[in-house]
């Protein structure tokens, strides 16, 4: 079991550049998410989704578009990055209880 | 507004002795409540978790409280190992009457623990 993987690893992007950040999940989840986190914010939800074909917004959306076209993956795009994007970006997934499954993170720069 | 807080941004332990991190959140909706551990490079892992119909968890060395009137939550490590060190994030959520989650968390924004020899 590979649990939760994220590719890739790290990623350093120009202003206004486009990216696809992938995540897969072995376990059969229903649930998947996508965080941020920034120093001293903690993790913040972006996008989540509660089954395949499903997405819905989270906490800050906004800049971020995902998709969940088969039940293992959730990709988050980034149509034109922003500095303010500059974050380590993780993904979660879970069954339907609250305890989530952490992917080891994808470190984004944007320059 | 930050619904749930850790006010401390770290706390330092000797070995062996106990370490308590707190947690305090605003939102009354909240019945559901996680520990995660977060290594450096790594992602969270779950820890210890709390419903909202009991007052303490204890898993091993880790116990949880919970104190509903105050809206806090704090996590107990007992003994502490230097193996601990790491970032604690607690994070709150629901649980519909079905006992099915609404699958979204809140978390706080992290208590760097380093535990010393």
């Known amino acids: 079991n590979a649990g939760v993987t994220q590719t890739p690893k790290f990623r350093v992007l120009k202003t206004g550049q486009s990216m696809t950040l992938l995540c897969a999940q072995d376990m059969n989840h229903e649930y998947m998410y996508w965080y941020r986190q920034d120093p001293g914010m903690g993790l913040r939800l972006i996008h989540y989704s509660v089954g395949e074909g499903t997405t819905a917004k989270g906490e800050v959306p906004d800049g971020y578009n995902v998709s969940r076209l088969k039940k293992q993956n959730f990709l988050l795009g980034l149509e034109s990055a922003a500095p303010s994007q500059t974050s380590v970006y993780f993904c979660?997934?879970?069954?339907?209880?609250?305890?989530?499954?952490f992917g080891p993170g994808t470190r984004l720069t944007v320059t | 507004d930050q619904q749930v807080k850790q006010n401390s941004p770290s706390l330092s332990v000797q070995e062996g002795r106990i370490s308590i991190l707190n947690c305090d959140y605003t939102?009354?909706?909240?019945?559901?409540f996680l520990w995660y551990k977060k290594y450096p490079a790594e992602g969270p892992t779950f820890l210890i978790s709390?419903?909202?119909?009991?007052d303490k968890n204890e898993d091993g060395r880790f116990t949880v409280f919970l104190n509903k009137s105050a809206k806090h939550l704090s996590l107990h490590i007992v003994p502490s190992q230097p193996g601990d060190s790491a970032v604690y994030f607690c994070?709150?959520?629901?649980?519909?009457?079905?006992?099915?989650?609404?699958?979204?968390?809140?978390f706080g924004q992290g208590t760097i623990l380093t535990v010393h020899p």
């Open positions: 979660a997934s879970s069954y339907r209880t609250s305890e989530q499954y």
């Open positions: 939102n009354s909706m909240f019945d559901y």
């Open positions: 709390i419903s909202s119909i009991k």
């Open positions: 994070a709150a959520g629901r649980v519909n009457a079905g006992g099915t989650s609404y699958g979204k968390l809140t």
